[in-house]
């Protein structure tokens, strides 16, 4: 096991009430889009670590760590 501190961060993220699998593809797509330049500024952004894959209510929420020089993009 690894513990890691981090200090507050920005996270882009995507949620949807489908099942794991169909949300994980989705989820997955919908955010590569946006880190390749689909965002407020088409700005392309390097892949981040770490990614969160969480169960919510009826559905499921992907996100990742967004570096701080990009983070009030939309």
């Known amino acids: ?8 961060f920005t ?5 949807n009430n489908k099942t794991f699998m169909e949300a994980q593809d989705e989820n997955f797509k ?3 889009e946006f880190i390749f330049g689909e965002n407020s500024e088409n700005k392309k952004i390097s892949m981040t670590t770490p990614v ?3 169960k919510h209510q009826n559905g499921w929420i ?4 967004l570096p701080d020089e ?3 993009l939309k």
């Open 52 to 54: 969160f894959h969480d």
């Open 30 to 32: 919908a955010l590569a």
């Open 11 to 15: 996270l882009a993220r995507i949620e």
């Open 70 to 72: 990009v983070k009030d």
């Open 62 to 65: 992907m996100s990742f760590y």
């Open 1 to 8: 096991i690894e513990i890691r501190r981090y200090e507050p």
